[in-house]
């Protein structure tokens, strides 16, 4: 395995710590409504097909965000944006908390999945900018403080609704967080000289094939995770035979997975090649879909989510460095659009051919991506 020339040290400073606290509640919301999204329709009545639309929804507001992202920092700058972001997540949520009405819960996971992307994407951008050459082990580490948070909240969703508590009351970390995080730190950034708005603009930086075929990789690797999120417990249930209820502790499996792979891949981010790194990452998530995709067991079915978890965990980290460094300032406005697609074109798709197939035969679009993706990445590596 190739490693980094040169000692990187990662230092975890007060906006750093900002950061990885505003990345763990917005995954509080991210995981939490994935979790929900079987229950919620079982509430609704629905197919998996039109349950699939607040995974579209949320891409959807996803795109929105890289559109509108550019304009929205230069404007209000990186600061205010992450914190307006923040509250826009949270009244999506509300909306998903005070109604089941269909057309009030897609209008929540769009609105919560436009502002959540532009608190994400400007964070992690200001993270990198921060950290600079330790910026992928910086963007790893916040998002393994993000699933950890995550683990917390599928935990809690599936106990909730065990309880007879209903799954909405631990939707409500989310708002409890946000509100915590704006009182204890909200006056916390990174230090301005870092961050000149008042220097000119610089030109616009060509980018190559590399850059969009980056952006392909990204997209594959966003839509494996969120076919595992949205999906992933309905196919435990199935092949299992537990409850809808019991069987959201398969995604608490699948994100342990995710937050041991990113605390674990932290260091080897400052070590070793990220290239080669996320191709190792991708024949893991790969081997671990195929125990959980083959088990009928609850034991083997959570190994195999916990191992496809601890794949997936290097997937967007590295995939979107990848973009940061073939296209730069480009990467923070072009990266929502291809994640957005992907949140929406793979959970949807997958939904699809749960209701022409089945649930099993539709998780073989997984594989298929994870292909897709380690082509991606061995094409742009070989032309190099």
């Known amino acids: 395995m190739t490693t980094v020339a040169g000692p990187i040290t ?8 900002l950061i990885y606290l505003q990345l763990a509640t917005f995954a509080t919301y991210i995981y939490g409504l994935s979790a929900a999204l079987p229950l919620l329709r079982l509430e609704q009545h629905t197919s998996n097909t039109v349950a699939g639309l607040h995974g579209t929804a949320m891409a959807a507001g996803t795109i929105l965000a890289g559109a509108s992202l550019g304009a929205c920092v230069r404007r209000y700058g990186s600061r205010a944006t992450t914190w307006i972001g923040l509250a826009g997540v ?5 909306m998903v908390l005070l109604s089941s009405a269909l057309p009030l819960t897609l209008a929540g996971y769009g609105i919560a999945g436009l502002f959540g992307s532009v608190m994400l994407y400007t964070a992690m951008a200001a993270l990198s900018d921060h950290h600079g050459q330790a910026g992928p082990a910086a963007i790893n580490e916040a998002n393994a403080f993000a699933v950890t948070a995550g683990i917390a909240v599928t935990f809690g969703l599936s106990a909730a609704a065990q309880a007879g508590l209903g799954w909405r009351a631990a939707l409500l ?7 915590l995080l704006a009182v204890l730190m909200g006056k916390v950034w990174i230090p301005a000289a870092e961050e000149d ?10 980018v190559g094939w590399r850059f969009h075929l980056a952006g392909v990789v990204l997209l594959c690797c966003v ?4 076919c595992f999120n949205l999906w992933g417990a309905s196919l435990f249930s199935l092949r299992t035979g537990l409850d809808a209820a019991t069987a959201a502790t398969g995604l608490t499996a699948f994100i342990a997975g995710i937050a041991a792979g990113r605390f674990a891949g ?21 081997g671990g879909w195929f125990l959980f995709w083959v088990s009928t067991e609850p034991l083997l079915s959570y190994a195999g989510l916990a191992i496809s978890g601890l794949g997936v965990s290097l997937h967007f980290p590295l995939a979107l460095a990848g973009m940061i460094a073939h296209g730069g300032e480009r990467a923070a406005a072009a990266a929502p659009i291809w994640a957005g697609v992907a949140m929406g074109a793979g959970p949807f798709l997958l939904g699809a051919l749960a209701d022409g197939f089945g649930t099993h ?3 073989l679009l997984v594989p298929v991506l994870v292909g897709l993706a380690i082509g991606g990445v061995l094409t742009s590596r070989r032309r190099s």
Do not use: C, K, M, Y
């Not at 949270?90 to 509300?94: K, P």
């Not at 989310?174 to 509100?179: D, E, K, N, Y």
């Open 173 to 179: 970390v989310t708002p409890v967080g946000s509100l």
């Open 197 to 206: 708005h008042d220097a000119p603009a610089a030109a616009p930086t060509r």
């Open 223 to 226: 839509a494996t995770e969120f």
């Open 361 to 363: 035969q539709a998780f």
């Open 266 to 286: 932290t260091p080897l981010a400052l070590r070793f090649n990220p290239v080669t790194l996320l191709v190792g990452a991708l024949l893991v998530s790969g």
């Open 10 to 17: 990662l230092t975890r400073d007060r906006p750093t710590w």
């Open 90 to 94: 949270n009244a999506g949520l509300a």
